[in-house]
Nanobody, 125 residues
Framework: QVQLVESGGGLVQAGGSLRLSCLGSGRTFSANVMGWFRQAPGKEREFVSAITWGGDNTYYAGSVKGRFTISRNNDEKTVALQMNSLTPEDTAVYYC??????????????????WGRGTQDTVSS
C-alpha cells in the first residue's frame, strides 16, 4: 500500500506561484505512476499532471501545460508540482494520486488506486 500526504497549498495572487509536495510511504512508492488532480467547487475532479516511476516521462492537461511542472524524488518518496503564472481558474483542492500497476500516464482518476486528502490552493484576482 501507499499512503500520500499533500502539502504546500495556500493563498496566492494571480500571476504568482505555489509549489505542492506529496510525501508517500510504502516500500513500493517508486514503482508507482504518480499524478496530480484538482477539484474546484461544484466541478468534477480533473487531471492535472502525471509522471512515470522513473521520472523520464510526464504529461500535462492542456490548461496547465507550460505553467506547471511535475517532478519526483524516489529516494525521498516525494512528488512535487511547481505551479507558475497562476490564475483564479486554478483555484481548487489539489490531490496527489498513485497508480501501482500498469503502464502509460493515464488521465482518468479511476486508474489511480491511492489518494491523498488534498490541499487547498486559492488564487485571488
Amino acid at each position: 500500500q501507499v499512503q500520500l500526504v499533500e502539502s504546500g497549498g495556500g493563498l496566492v495572487q494571480a500571476g504568482g506561484s505555489l509549489r505542492l509536495s506529496c510525501l508517500g510511504s510504502g516500500r513500493t512508492f517508486s514503482a508507482n505512476v504518480m499524478g496530480w488532480f484538482r477539484q474546484a467547487p461544484g466541478k468534477e475532479r480533473e487531471f492535472v499532471s502525471a509522471i512515470t516511476w522513473g521520472g523520464d516521462n510526464t504529461y500535462y492537461a492542456g490548461s496547465v501545460k507550460g505553467r506547471f511542472t511535475i517532478s519526483r524524488n524516489n529516494d525521498e518518496k516525494t512528488v512535487a508540482l511547481q505551479m507558475n503564472s497562476l490564475t483564479p481558474e486554478d483555484t481548487a483542492v489539489y490531490y496527489c494520486a498513485a497508480r501501482p500497476i500498469g503502464t502509460g500516464l493515464p488521465t482518468s482518476r479511476t486508474e489511480y488506486s491511492y489518494w491523498g486528502r488534498g490541499t487547498q490552493d486559492t488564487v485571488s484576482s
